[in-house]
Each structure stands twice: as structure tokens, then as C-alpha cells.
């Protein structure tokens, strides 16, 4: 459990000495290292025991300290065993105040059809107060028996006052009952809004769908949690992490309606510096909205504190759709629907304005990019980019293409070529690989997620979760990485670079690389202990191995045993 929850935080004034085991530091000038000592939140010694117990004020032998264990202002020994110590993971990419609206309502992933979803949402609204709305969040028509999801028409017959809601896994696509759409004032003659469109009948009526930005019109109608809710849920949720051994995360918050949220997402930025308290590891702002001007303005905010490990560094605008809506944006149409390729969600003019703003103000650049027409364009516009500013950015930042899912080799040569960063999600792989060969045919197919390739041509590769649409543990991703769950397994990477994704590559990705994803002397203090070394274990046994400990600047925010103790 998390020790913060537990009101017991161990923390490591006094030098903690790690010593035993395996210690992986991911620091090429130093794999590997027999201890590791840290002290007032900093990584102080790495290497061997004798030096690492005397930068602690240790004696350089064991057994002969008068000063240690439980004494008052005594360092303390962890003993590692045959467990395995490593950087603290870093998730590069998740929507937190998401994560706390999804705690709220009723989870769809466990239905396997049409009823069963009907099931779950009629129970729900047969118990619902009055003026109260129900959302189903984590439905996927795609392992649905039907492969639809719910009509309009069915959410109707569970009752025509109470607002229905049903959000994709993907964040990108909703279905409304005829109260919800009343309540969010979408009607037969609200157009479709730019970047989104509103399904229609064949006779020209209301389906219910909402696709992309109709869809954070609908999203936005639904009442959020009372601000005390929103806060346990946030705490609930950053002990999650923790428990994952996340101690850095890439924060995607909205400024304005642009977003899954829609217009409440407007808070989101607002909500998690009321927050901030509930965030026990180091967060860096990735802000989508319109105005640029927003994002500056939030660097003088409680959001952007360095020496608190909080900063604001990037702006997030989104290119296209998802590939389970059909909105990914693709040169030709979908294979098993040939009369869709797929949508842009903002003029590329408008794309281009944003970039350049955001880049002469020294802002790290992330554009979401899900089909290789979207991945070509975003590519298109960071070399042209490039071409007008090669020198005059007030700093050396690095841009970042977040999914970047349906690739070509031409694109992975140039993601490499511009030195943009693919910032990846490996369990996208996991939620759909039964049904990707299909939707893309046999020749792109092979292109999707392609990181060996991507690692291969000496691209930084960043993984990210991009919680609530995936799970936050980077063990399942990373057994994902080395096996791919059997889905175009030619692009498999070993277990070192999986690892490589969660920490030194992320901290690159994140432009923290001087401060954290290697355990390296002067670096923050943010480690994870494993049950098991990944790099040594057979891939098959990954998803058995544990997080043991997360420690944060020093800090130990989640330790196993104290739940196994149950304190």
C-alpha cells in the first residue's frame, strides 16, 4: 500500500545504503554496481560497498558501525537480497484528472455484449438520484459479441429521463441516450463542430454516436464530482502509480475544451494545483488547448516549480483520431471498412501556428499521431519547422510525436532524420491485437508500433501509459515490449530496452534527463525494487515479478510489505 496513505513515510535524511542483489542503473558509463547510497533526496554514491558506506558516514566495513539501523539520525541499510533495484519508472504520457473522473463511473470493461452492457447501465440508472447522469467508461464494442456498441434506441428503453453516457476505451468516441444528447443541447441542427462529427441516421437523425470533438461536446454535459470526490480520487490514483513504481509522469491537462473532458476539462489545470498535496512524484505539464499564451502564463503557477519537481515544459495537439473509431487518420481507407480513412482534427494552418509558437517560446512540442497519413503530416510539419527555425529556439528542445502508431519505414527513417521523439503506449498492443490485421490489412499491419525498428534507426523511444485508456503497470508493458503478445513479433525488443522506454529514454523524452532515469551519483533519489531482475528473467515470468518499494526523492511512497502486513 502507499506509505503516504498509511501515514508512515520512511524517508532518507540520515543515508540510506542499497546493497546486494542486482542494481541496475540504466547508466551506460556504470551498468551495474555492487550499492548505491542516497541522502537528503539525492543519489550521493554508485558503485562500490566500502565507498557508498563511507558517503553516507558509514564505516567502509559491515559490522563495524556504532551508528546505524534504528538509531536516532542513523543511516539505514536495505538489504536487497535477490531482488533488483532500478531507476524509478517514468510514464511520459496519462490524463490524471481522467483517471479520477473514470473512479466515479461504472466500468464497462468486464462486458463481453450488448446485454451485458444494457445489464450493467440499467442497474446503474434504476438506483440513480434525481438530476444525476450514467457513464459507462472502458466499453470496447471491438470484444463485444455484437462488435457494436449499444444504439441510442436501446439506452432509450432503460429510460428516457435519466441522461445515458457511454464513453470508448479510446477517449475518443461516445454514445448518447436521447436525454443525454438533450442535456448536452446537441440536436438534429447542431452542426458537426470542426475536428468531430455527430452520427447520423440515414434519414438524416441523431444516432447518437459522437465522434472526437462532438464527442467532448458530450463528455463536457456530464456533471463532475464534488471537488472533495475529485480529490480522494486523485489521491487514489497517484497510489497507483506509486505502487506501479512510477516516480515521474508526463501530465496531459486541458486549458480549454480541447480534450476528452470538453468543456469541463477547462478545470483540469485549476484542479490539480488544488491537488498538488496528493502528488507524492515529479510531474511535467503537458497542456492541450488553442491558446499557447495559457500554457506560458501557467509557468508562474504552483504547476511549474522546478526544485519541487514540477514543471511545464510542453503543449499537446491532437493530429487525428484513434484506430478502434475509424478516425485515425490514414492514406487509404480502412481495410474492413473501405468507405473510411480516418479524420484530421485541426487545420494543418492552424497545426503549423500552434508549433511554431510553442517552439520560439521553448515549449516541448507533442502532436498526437495515430495513422501513418497523420505521422507523415506531423512529420511534414516538424521538418518545415526545422527549415524556418533551424537555430533561433530558446532552447534545445526535443519534439515528440505521441502514439505514433501506424508508421512506414520511410517515416521511422525520418522520425530519426528530425530527432523527434515517439512517445509509445505498449499495452495498445495487448487491447488490440486480435483485431488490427483486420482493420489495416497484411502490408501496414507490419508497421504498427514498430519499435525495434524505431530503436534500430536511433530514435528515442519513450513509454507511457496513457491512463485511463491503458493500465498503469510498466511490468505488463514491458513484457508486452519483449513479447508483443504474439502480434508482429518481429518487432520485439529485449528486456533491457523495454526498460530503457521507462526510464533513461523517457527522462530524455521529458527533458529531465539531468535529474532523473539512471541511477547515477547527484541524480533525485528515485528508485523502484523489484521482487526480480527483468533483464535476467525469461519472458514468461515477467508479469510474476513485483514492485517491492518505490522510493521518490528518497522518500518511500509505496512499500509491498506494508500491505502484505496489511498496515
Known amino acids: 500500500m502507499s506509505r503516504l496513505a498509511a501515514g508512515e513515510v520512511a524517508d532518507d535524511r540520515a543515508g540510506v545504503l542499497y546493497v546486494g542483489g542486482s542494481i541496475i542503473t540504466m547508466d551506460p558509463r556504470r ?40 538509531a536516532p539520525g542513523a543511516p539505514r541499510v536495505v538489504d536487497l537480497g535477490s531482488r533488483a533495484l532500478l531507476p524509478g519508472f517514468h510514464d511520459v504520457h496519462l490524463h490524471p ?3 479520477a473522473f473514470y473512479e466515479h463511473h461504472l466500468d464497462l470493461t468486464p462486458c463481453v455484449s450488448v446485454k451485458d452492457v444494457l445489464d450493467a447501465i440499467g442497474d446503474r440508472v434504476r438506483r440513480a438520484g434525481p438530476g444525476e447522469w450514467v457513464m459507462g467508461v472502458q466499453i470496447d464494442h471491438e470484444k463485444l459479441d455484437e462488435k457494436r456498441l449499444p444504439t441510442r434506441q436501446e439506452l432509450d428503453s432503460l429510460s428516457e429521463d435519466v441522461p445515458i453516457v457511454l464513453f470508448r476505451r479510446d477517449g475518443h468516441t461516445a454514445m448518447g441516450s436521447s436525454a443525454a444528447l438533450r442535456g448536452a443541447q446537441i440536436t438534429e441542427q447542431t452542426p458537426d463542430p470542426e475536428g468531430g462529427a455527430f452520427g447520423r441516421e440515414s434519414d438524416g437523425s441523431l444516432s447518437g454516436l459522437c465522434f472526437e470533438s462532438a464527442a467532448q461536446a458530450l463528455i463536457g454535459a456530464v456533471p463532475v464530482p464534488s471537488i472533495d470526490a475529485l480529490r480522494d480520487a486523485t489521491r487514489r490514483v497517484f497510489e497507483r ?5 512510477i516516480t515521474s509522469a508526463g501530465v496531459v491537462l486541458q486549458t480549454d475544451s480541447e480534450g476528452p473532458a470538453g468543456e469541463s476539462g477547462a478545470l483540469e489545470t485549476i484542479a490539480m494545483q488544488m491537488f498538488l498535496d496528493e502528488v507524492p512524484i515529479a510531474i511535467n505539464a503537458i497542456l492541450a488547448g488553442a491558446d499557447i499564451d495559457k500554457a506560458l502564463a501557467l509557468r508562474d503557477s504552483q504547476l511549474h516549480d522546478p526544485a519541487s519537481a514540477r514543471r511545464v ?11 478502434g473509431a ?63 527555425h ?38 495498445f498492443i495487448r487491447s488490440e491485437r486480435q483485431w488490427l490485421p483486420l482493420r489495416l490489412g497484411p502490408d501496414r499491419v507490419k508497421w504498427v508500433y514498430p519499435f525495434r525498428s524505431l530503436r534500430a534507426a536511433g530514435v528515442t523511444v519513450a513509454g507511457a501509459s496513457d491512463a485511463p485508456i491503458e493500465d498503469t503497470s510498466v511490468l505488463a508493458a ?10 508482429e ?50 519472458a514468461d515470468h515477467l508479469l510474476s515479478i513485483e514492485v517491492d518499494l518505490t522510493v521518490s526523492a528518497g522518500r518511500e511512497v509505496y512499500a509491498r510489505s506494508a500491505a502484505q502486513l496489511g498496515s
Open 97 to 99: 484528472l481522467p483517471m
Open 31 to 70: 551498468p551495474g554496481a555492487q550499492a548505491v547510497a542516497t541522502r537528503a533526496g539525492r543519489i550521493v554514491a554508485v558503485g562500490s560497498e566500502a565507498d557508498c558506506r563511507r558517503s553516507i558516514g558509514m564505516s567502509a566495513t559491515p559490522g563495524n558501525d556504532t551508528n546505524t539501523g534504528d
Open 478 to 487: 514491458i513484457h508486452t515490449c519483449v513479447t508483443r503478445n504474439g502480434f
Open 313 to 323: 515544459e510542453g503543449i499537446k495537439i491532437y493530429l487525428d483520431g484513434t484506430l
Open 241 to 245: 502509480l506509486v505502487a506501479n513504481g
Open 390 to 427: 533551424p537555430d533561433d529556439a530558446p532552447t534545445n528542445t526535443k519534439h515528440r510525436i505521441e502514439h505514433a502508431s501506424v508508421l512506414s519505414r520511410s517515416a521511422v527513417e525520418r522520425f530519426a532524420e528530425l530527432g523527434v521523439v515517439a512517445a509509445v503506449q505498449p499495452l
Open 326 to 388: 475509424r478516425t485515425a487518420r490514414m492514406h487509404q481507407p480502412y481495410s474492413d471498412d473501405d468507405s473510411q480513412s480516418g479524420m484530421f482534427t485541426i487545420a494543418r494552418d492552424e497545426c503549423a501556428r500552434r508549433m511554431e509558437e510553442a517552439h520560439l517560446a521553448g515549449l516541448q512540442i507533442c502532436v498526437h499521431a495515430i495513422g501513418d497519413a497523420a505521422n507523415d503530416s506531423a512529420l511534414d510539419l516538424f521538418a518545415e519547422l526545422k527549415a524556418r
Open 489 to 538: 513479433t518481429q518487432e520485439c525488443i529485449d528486456a533491457t530496452e523495454a526498460l530503457r522506454l521507462y526510464t533513461s529514454s523517457a527522462a530524455d523524452a521529458s527533458l529531465t534527463a539531468d535529474e532523473v532515469g539512471t541511477i547515477t551519483e547527484g541524480k533525485r533519489a528515485d528508485l523502484v525494487l523489484l521482487t526480480r531482475d527483468p533483464t535476467a528473467a525469461p
